[in-house]
Nanobody
Framework: QVHMVESGGGLVQAGGSLRLSCAPS????????MGWFRQAPGTEREFVAA?????DYADSVKGRFTISRDNAKNTVYLQMNNLKAEDTAIYYC????????????WGQGTQVTVFS
């Protein structure tokens, strides 16, 4: 069974940048889309960004975050710039194997903490 492995989180000052990486623990034969989600303490998990044939972003991160994918490495990245305190959360990666599928194969998450 495949699951994602996230890395790159850490502690960063507001206005700084981080780049998160995500790769599957095992081989996947088809990956339609990859997505990033986050969950802050006491909140529901929320969508951040996804990449398939096009990219989508939550309004809260538009203009600041960039999602990209390296198909050769089967790795997805989330470049986060101009970080804000409200970006503090555990960031999770997941994949969709087809347009009709749900996001799944969730990773364990990587903590991003932004301080002022």
């Amino acid at each position: 069974q495949v699951h994602m492995v996230e890395s790159g989180g850490g502690l960063v000052q507001a206005g700084g940048s981080l780049r998160l990486s995500c790769a599957p623990s095992g081989r996947t034969f088809s990956t339609y889309a990859m997505g990033w989600f986050r969950q802050a303490p006491g909140t529901e998990r929320e969508f951040v960004a996804a990449i398939a044939r096009s990219v989508d972003y939550a309004d809260s991160v538009k203009g600041r975050f960039t999602i990209s994918r390296d198909n050769a490495k089967n790795t997805v990245y989330l470049q986060m710039n101009n970080l804000k305190a409200e970006d503090t959360a555990i960031y999770y990666c997941a994949m969709k194997e087809s347009p009709s599928a749900d996001f799944g194969s969730w990773g364990q998450g990587t903590q991003v903490t932004v301080f002022s």
